[in-house]
């Protein structure tokens, strides 16, 4: 069945390293895939996403990467910082064949050590 | 910024009382959706709304669940019986008609006793 999961459920990073999350997924036909960010309380915020038409999509400090002959998916975040500390979920979609509900990954927690 | 509201953020309630959970998406979407998530879990998908009806639900979005859009800025989420089992965080999302990126609101802590 369709399901998509995270290689680790936490990373702890130093700051001013890089960070890279990781997420399988299952689903050949998913064309749309998204990651957030959840910080303690609050509801999940959107970083970044990409198209199955696309294999790399920069945004400010993240970089996501889909590979889509392995099915993976990976984020990157530059020069972490204390304030990137959060859960991070990876989710996908195939909107070619529904109105968008997003599946969703475990999570991974990044810890960022000053 | 516009961003996408709930209320209340925590309700308790008795296990078979009625809830309604609120939320008001970004004003010019058209899409619509609840998710939950159970403490330490994943988010999962309950049901999408589109056009005044639904537009796909999940397993969990059994007859104790509906989704109403009484007027032109409230979207609700109703459990009529409420169970044990129904204590999550109730998160509201709303998208635009041409893009897919969903907008999260901060959610609503629901515990049943």
């Known amino acids: 069945g369709e399901s998509v999961g995270l290689h680790l459920p936490t990373l702890s990073v130093q700051e001013g390293d890089n960070s890279i999350i990781n997420c399988a997924y299952s689903n050949s036909a998913s064309d749309y895939f998204i990651w957030y960010k959840q910080e303690s309380g609050k509801g999940p915020q959107f970083i970044i996403d990409i198209r199955s038409n696309m294999d790399k999509r920069q945004g400010q400090r993240v970089t996501v990467l889909l590979n889509k002959t392995v099915k993976h998916l990976s984020l990157q975040i530059a020069a972490t910082q204390p304030g990137d500390s959060a859960v991070y979920f990876c989710?996908?979609?195939?909107?070619?064949?529904?109105?968008?509900?997003?599946?969703f990954g475990k999570g991974t927690k990044l810890s960022v050590k000053p | 910024e516009p961003e996408v509201t709930q209320t209340p953020s925590h309700q308790v309630t008795q296990m078979g009382q009625e809830v309604i959970l609120r939320c008001v998406p970004i004003s010019n979407h058209l899409y619509f959706y609840w998710y939950r998530q159970i403490l330490g879990q994943k988010v999962e998908f309950l049901v999408s709304?589109?056009?005044?009806?639904?537009?796909?639900k999940s397993e969990i979005f059994d007859d104790q669940f509906s989704v109403e859009r009484p007027d032109g800025s409230n979207f609700t989420l109703k459990i009529r019986s409420t169970k044990l089992e129904d204590s999550a965080m109730y998160f509201c999302?709303?998208?635009?008609?041409?893009?897919?990126?969903?907008?999260f609101g901060p959610g609503t802590r629901l515990t049943v006793t």
């Open positions: 989710a996908e979609n195939h909107y070619g064949g529904s109105q968008g509900n997003l599946i």
């Open positions: 709304f589109y056009n005044n009806e639904i537009s796909e």
């Open positions: 999302a709303s998208r635009g008609g041409t893009a897919y990126e969903q907008y």
